[in-house]
């Protein structure tokens, strides 16, 4: 599962650690991070459910409605759970707060307007690029929860150092 490393490099970049003394320089990175730990999670579940290669696109939201009724079901029940969690209404309400619009709570709506983040937070510098809203930052655990459920002998592999090519 190679969205592991970029889930766990996502993770390191967000740990108290990082963001009480660069967090600013380090948030949009880690959401590039994120998203792309999703499409790589998003395709191998595409993988493990069709046995065919994964499509090559980076749009979240395609990815998800590719996989199949039970699996976008799990998704989205392990999203509500997600939504539901007070320290996450916390975070929506400071959002709508400071922004003065509501934040819709489902999965649907999170992978609608960040469905492209890999590419738009690439180019966040750009102004076409700066009203991009990017809520997913924890879904790569959620789809990895998934991809387990269905492979449980992957939860104990761990990442090794890439062997050299002679």
Not at 105 to 123: E, K, P, V
Not at 144 to 151: E, M
């Amino acid at each position: 599962m190679n969205g592991e490393r970029f889930r766990l490099a996502d993770q390191a970049l967000r740990s108290d650690q990082f963001m009480r003394t660069i967090g600013s320089s380090v948030a949009g990175p880690a959401m590039v991070l994120s998203a792309f730990a999703s499409e790589l999670y998003l395709k191998c579940l595409f993988v493990l459910e069709t046995s065919r290669d994964p499509p090559e696109i980076h749009d979240l939201r395609k990815l998800f409605l590719l996989l199949s009724q039970a699996a976008r079901d799990e998704l989205e029940a392990a999203w509500n759970l997600y939504a539901a969690q007070p320290n996450r209404v916390r975070v929506y309400e400071a959002i709508e707060r400071l922004t003065g619009s509501v934040v819709p709570r489902d999965l649907r709506w999170s992978l609608r307007n960040g469905s492209d983040a890999f590419t738009s937070l690439r180019y966040l510098h750009e102004e076409r690029n700066q009203n991009t809203k990017f809520f997913l930052g924890d879904f790569p655990a959620m789809v990895r929860g998934i991809v387990l459920r269905r492979r449980p002998q992957w939860s104990s592999m761990v990442h090794t150092p890439p062997k050299p090519i002679p």
